[in-house]
């Protein structure tokens, strides 16, 4: 069952700790928004569910007691010990203690081989921290996870989401929109959270469906070295990436990359290359 507020204030105080800002801990405290995310990615038994940001576990409850198999990943030490107290009689838990990021452009390597196991079958589940938020997203469609259902900042859904010459659009949006299908399925107040962050957030649903293959991470380059430049044409921003072979004739090199969608400038990407 979910916890409530006051359950969550009572096992943070257990642990002598508080809410810390510096890992993104804003705890869901509306029970119908932790069965909502556990509906919404179809969690049952025999999954294998990786959760970044478990806080005091009350999302980890309700998927075990689903039967799914959970991973959680936490950074906070005070967190971790009280999720082993939690769940020291649950076999289908497992806890990665650390961060879920190994620098800028890769999984945590435990985190790397749960996924690498089940290539296209382990889903991520999680109210995820907001500071790691974008990086991780495109680090696990990168690692082969089939299914992510997320909460997040508002603001980072809107890029998720965004479209083409809007101000969201960038390079995250360019490179989910290629490996996955992009749902926003609510906005989220405040008050779902506690403490209440000073945003709104969303919930978010992905699902893998791979347009770069192997093209991948030369493609994320690329586009962010484009995306280093949207302020200028095309061309400018080509020569000024360091990209020294021509634009295909039906090219228009006068507009912006910010113009381009994620299908167009994998098409100029594979033309380049």
Same mark, same amino acid.
């Given at each position: 069952? @979910?916890?409530?507020? /006051?359950?969550?204030?009572?096992?943070?105080?257990? $642990?002598?700790?508080?809410?810390?800002?510096?890992?993104?801990?804003?705890?869901?405290i509306?029970?119908?928004?932790?069965?909502?995310?556990?509906?919404?990615?179809?969690? @049952?038994?025999?999954?294998?569910?990786?959760? =970044?940001?478990?806080?005091?576990?009350?999302?980890?409850?309700?998927?075990?007691?689903?039967?799914?198999?959970?991973?959680?990943?936490?950074?906070?030490?005070?967190?971790?010990?009280?999720?082993? *107290?939690?769940?020291?009689?649950?076999?289908?838990?497992?806890?990665?203690?650390?961060?879920?990021? *190994?620098?800028?452009?890769?999984?945590?390597? /435990?985190?790397?081989?749960?996924?690498?196991?089940?290539?296209?079958?382990?889903?991520?589940?999680?109210?995820?921290?907001?500071?790691?938020?974008?990086?991780?997203?495109?680090?696990?469609?990168?690692?082969?996870?089939?299914?992510?259902?997320f909460?997040?900042?508002k603001?980072?859904a809107?890029?998720?989401?965004?479209?083409?010459?809007?101000?969201e659009?960038?390079?995250?949006?360019v490179? =989910?929109?290629?490996? $996955?299908?992009v749902?926003?399925?609510?906005?989220?107040?405040?008050?779902?959270?506690?403490?209440?962050?000073?945003?709104?957030?969303? #919930?978010?649903?992905?699902?893998?469906?791979?347009?770069?293959?192997e093209?991948?991470?030369?493609?994320?380059?690329?586009v962010?070295?484009?995306?280093?430049?949207?302020?200028?044409? #095309?061309?400018?921003?080509?020569?000024?990436?360091?990209?020294?072979?021509? #634009?295909?004739?039906?090219?228009?090199?006068?507009?912006? @990359?910010?113009?381009?969608?994620?299908? /167009?400038?994998?098409?100029?990407? /594979?033309?380049?290359?």
């Open positions: 069952m @979910a916890q409530s507020k /006051q359950q969550i204030q009572a096992t943070l105080a257990a $642990a002598g700790m508080s809410p810390r800002h510096r890992f993104g801990q804003n705890f869901m509306d029970q119908n928004l932790v069965r909502l995310i556990a509906d919404e990615a179809g969690v @049952a038994a025999g999954d294998r569910i990786i959760e =970044v940001g478990p806080g005091t576990g009350t999302l980890t409850d309700e998927m075990l007691s689903r039967g799914a198999a959970v991973t959680a990943v936490e950074i906070d030490r005070d967190l971790a010990g009280a999720l082993r *107290d939690t769940f020291a009689d649950r076999a289908a838990f497992r806890l990665i203690e650390g961060d879920a990021l *190994d620098g800028k452009h890769a999984l945590n390597p /435990q985190l790397a081989e749960v996924v690498a196991e089940r290539p296209g079958e382990v889903k991520l589940v999680a109210n995820l921290p907001y500071n790691i938020a974008s990086p991780l997203v495109v680090d696990l469609l990168l690692a082969g996870v089939g299914l992510l259902v909460t997040v900042q603001e980072v809107d890029r998720l989401k965004a479209s083409a010459d809007s101000k659009y960038g390079p995250l949006t490179i =989910v929109q290629l490996m $996955a299908d749902e926003v399925l609510r906005t989220l107040p405040p008050q779902a959270f506690w403490p209440a962050p000073k945003i709104h957030s969303s #919930l978010v649903r992905l699902k893998r469906n791979d347009r770069l293959g093209d991948a991470a030369g493609f994320s380059a690329f962010h070295k484009l995306f280093s430049f949207r302020r200028k044409t #095309l061309r400018k921003a080509i020569d000024m990436a360091g990209i020294d072979k021509p #634009l295909p004739s039906d090219v228009d090199a006068s507009v912006r @990359a910010e113009s381009f969608t994620p299908q /167009q400038l994998l098409a100029l990407y /594979q033309a380049l290359r």
